[in-house]
Antibody, heavy 118, light 106 residues
């Protein structure tokens, strides 16, 4: 079954870091770029960045540069997104999404809720 | 950055209604636009890509049109399963989304 399964919800204090995982199954992991998209409460979707699972190359949205790191482990078909120096406005559901060769997203994970609160 | 503006933000409709959602880009994006449906707690689902191409398995009551900077998603006859939030996304230059349109029961 083609799917993306994400890790469970996290609660962090301001200033901490969080690492969210996304495990792919049912397709060739290295054949598709993977993106991270977040949705804060009551807000629209916001692109965070992408990773090429084959090379490990990344591109991040300017807003998150310096605070986000995306990595992958090809042995277990999993990508990770780490966000550091968390702020309360980082509270959001973080989705991974697979990109097609034509640049849109055809498969999404259900999302991981990250709550940042003191 | 390309900004995407969806309207309306909320739409109240009944089963059987024809529903239209509009998405405007801050500059021309050719036809590089996708539409997604999202239900609470679920993953977004691709409906339309390249402005008017229906994703495999998506009911034909969904259609997309437009090019340049103005696009529409139409549901020809709203079904109970269609009450959800709809997002447009441009992929002409990086990726940005509209703020979403919630379709609720009237």
């Amino acid at each position: 079954q083609v799917q993306l399964v994400q890790s469970g919800a996290e609660v962090k204090e301001p200033g901490a870091s969080v690492k969210v995982s996304c495990k792919a199954s049912g397709y060739t992991f290295t054949a598709y770029y993977m993106h991270w998209v977040r949705q804060a409460p009551g807000q629209g979707l916001e692109w965070v960045g992408w990773i090429n699972p084959n090379s490990g190359g990344t591109i991040y949205a300017q807003k998150f540069q310096g605070r986000v790191t995306m990595t992958r482990d090809t042995s277990i078909s999993t990508v990770y997104m780490e966000l550091t120096r968390l702020r309360t406005d980082d509270t959001a559901v973080y989705h991974c999404a697979r990109q097609t060769s034509d640049w849109y997203f055809d498969l999404w994970g259900r999302g991981t809720l990250v709550t940042v609160s003191s | 950055d390309i900004q995407m503006t969806q309207s309306p933000s909320t739409l109240s409709a009944s089963v059987g209604d024809r529903v239209t959602i509009t998405c405007r880009a801050s500059q021309s994006i050719s036809s590089w636009l996708a539409w997604y449906q999202q239900k609470p707690g679920k993953a977004p689902k691709l409906l339309i890509y390249k402005a008017s191409n229906l994703e495999s398995g998506v009911p034909s009551r969904f259609s997309g049109s437009g090019s340049g900077a103005e696009f529409t998603l139409t549901i020809s006859s709203l079904q109970p399963d269609d009450f959800a939030t709809y997002h447009c996304q441009q992929y002409n230059s990086y990726w940005t989304f509209g703020q979403g349109t919630k379709v609720e029961i009237k």
